[in-house]
C-alpha cells in the first residue's frame, strides 16, 4: 500500500468513520426500521492524546439530508470535517464525505473532498451490483492528474466506503447481541479492500462533562498496516438507546491516540434515551 494512502489524515478519517452502517452484499438495503431521521445532525469535537497532553485537534459533523442524484430522489448523508486550534496552521485540514442512497436505501456513489492547505484531492466512488458480487469503480485525482481509475470486486460478505461504515452498528439488533459476538465487513479504499470486523464486548458507561452515557461497547479490528497491531485497533461505544449514536471512539495511533467524543445533536428521530445527567 503506497505511503499516501495512510498517512495522518487516513489515520484520522478511519477513526471518524468507524462512527457509523453496513449494506448487504445481496441486496445492498438500508433496514426499514432503522432510527434516522432526514434533518439529522450529529456534532462530534476531537482529541489526540500524547503522553499527559490532550489538545482538541478537530471538529465533525454528520447530517441526513433529502436530495438527488443523476436526476433521481437520494438521500445524502454527510460527513464534513476541520482542524482546529494549533492544528489549524500545523496541519490544515477540510474534509467532506458524502454517501448517496436511492429511494430503496441502496448506497450508488461516495465522493470524498479532500482541502489541506492548497493540496486538494477528489475520491469518488461508485458502486453497482450483480447478483451476490459489488463493483467498486475507485476513481481518485488531483487538480493535475489521475492518481487512480480502477474497478474493485468483492464477492462475499459486507461492502462500503469510509462513510457508508458509519451506519452499520444502527443496525444491528442489540436485543440478541452476546460478548464476543463479531461482525466482519470490508471497506473500499483507493486501490485497496481494508479487511475490519466489530466485536461486542459489553454494556458500559461513558462519562464526559458532567453526563453520563448508557453505552454498548465494542472493539474494532482493522487489518491493515496502517495501525500498530491487526487486533483491537480502536475502541467504540455506541449510545444504548433507539438512535444508536456512536458517543466516544479511540484509536491507537503510532504516536498516540485519537478521541473522538459525542457533543451535541438535533432533529433525532428518537428521544436520546442514553443521556443521563449528573447533579453538579
Known amino acids: 500500500m503506497a505511503s499516501e494512502d495512510w498517512d495522518f489524515r487516513r489515520w484520522l478519517l478511519v477513526c471518524l468513520c468507524s462512527l457509523f452502517t453496513l449494506f448487504t452484499i445481496q441486496s445492498q438495503y438500508l433496514p426499514q426500521h432503522m432510527s434516522l431521521n432526514h434533518g439529522e445532525e450529529v456534532r462530534y469535537d476531537i482529541y489526540f492524546k500524547w503522553g499527559i497532553l490532550t489538545p482538541r485537534a478537530g471538529e465533525a459533523r454528520i447530517t441526513l439530508n433529502e436530495s438527488n442524484l443523476n436526476g433521481q430522489p437520494a438521500s445524502r448523508y454527510r460527513l ?3 482542524t482546529v486550534g494549533i492544528f489549524e496552521s500545523v496541519f490544515k485540514m477540510r474534509d467532506t464525505l458524502d454517501c448517496y442512497y436511492n429511494t430503496d436505501n441502496v448506497l450508488l456513489y461516495s465522493p470524498k473532498r479532500t482541502n489541506e492547505g492548497g ?6 466512488l461508485t458502486f453497482s451490483y450483480t447478483g451476490q ?3 467498486v469503480h475507485s476513481y481518485r485525482l488531483t487538480p493535475t492528474e489521475v492518481r487512480i481509475d480502477t474497478t474493485l470486486i468483492v464477492t462475499s460478505g459486507y461492502v462500503f466506503d469510509m462513510l457508508g461504515a458509519t451506519f452499520f452498528l444502527r443496525t444491528l439488533d442489540w436485543t440478541n447481541l452476546k460478548p464476543g459476538d463479531s ?3 470490508t471497506v473500499a479504499i483507493g486501490r485497496d479492500l481494508i479487511q ?3 466485536r461486542y464486548q459489553n454494556q458500559a458507561i461513558v462519562e464526559r462533562d458532567n453526563v453520563k452515557y448508557r453505552t454498548h461497547y465494542f472493539i474494532i479490528d482493522i487489518f491493515d498496516d496502517a495501525f500498530t497491531q491487526t487486533k483491537a485497533a480502536a475502541e467504540l461505544w455506541v449510545g444504548d ?13 503510532k504516536i498516540g491516540y485519537a478521541e ?13 434515551d442514553c443521556r443521563v445527567e449528573l447533579k453538579k
Open 80 to 82: 464534513l470535517f476541520n
Open 119 to 124: 493540496y486538494y484531492l477528489i475520491d469518488n
Open 133 to 135: 458480487s459489488t463493483s
Open 183 to 185: 461482525f466482519p465487513f
Open 196 to 198: 475490519a470486523s466489530y
Open 241 to 253: 438507546d433507539e438512535n444508536k449514536i456512536p458517543i466516544k471512539i479511540r484509536t491507537k495511533l
Open 260 to 272: 473522538v467524543h459525542y457533543k451535541s445533536s438535533n432533529n433525532l428521530k428518537k428521544p436520546l
